[in-house]
């Protein structure tokens, strides 16, 4: 299972799509790019302060397996950017989740609306009908 940023976000914020975000962390497969590990960061940055987008990083770096763009990634991520209407940050877990062959864990309406052969989006959004203002909690599990 591959995860995005907004996956990891709505388990920092402990929404309710955190729930189905953790049990697959728990499974101990969970990958997420460093580009979306990127995005988390300044995310939760601005929201709740460096401090704690630092503690959710240095969580993620332990529960996840996060993958470092290479060039084969970073141009593949490219021709979905070029091919999709979504952002460069998405087109990497788009990318990531294609490499590996995996499910890719989202509730970011531009990925949830993709139609790609070959890849599978499980949709956060149905675990997570209207996602509160964050809480402020600090890690993933």
């Known amino acids: 299972m591959v995860l ?19 049990t697959e962390i728990q499974k101990g497969d ?4 460093w580009i979306n590990l990127g995005e988390v960061s ?17 969580a993620a770096r332990r529960e996840l397996n996060c993958e470092e ?8 991520a ?12 998405d087109a ?7 490499r ?6 989202s509730g970011d309406p ?7 052969q070959g890849l599978r989006v499980v949709d956060l959004r149905a675990d997570d009908p209207s996602p509160p203002e964050g809480t402020g909690r600090t890690g993933l599990g």
């Not at 969970?30 to 790019?33: D, L, T």
């Not at 490219?78 to 940050?89: G, Q, T």
Request: no cysteine; aromatic share 6%; proline share 4%.
């Open 78 to 89: 490219a021709r979905i950017k070029a091919a999709e209407r979504l952002s460069y940050a």
């Open 42 to 58: 300044y995310t939760l940055s601005r929201e709740f302060g460096l401090s704690h987008a630092e503690q959710v990083v240095d």
């Open 92 to 98: 990497f877990a788009v990318a990531t989740a294609e």
């Open 69 to 76: 763009p290479d060039a084969e990634l970073v141009l593949a």
């Open 4 to 22: 995005d940023a907004w996956a990891v976000i709505a388990a920092a914020r402990a929404e309710p799509a955190a729930t189905r975000v953790r």
């Open 110 to 116: 531009e990925i949830v609306a993709l139609a790609r």
């Open 30 to 33: 969970a990958g997420i790019s």
């Open 100 to 105: 590996q062959n995996a499910p890719l864990l």
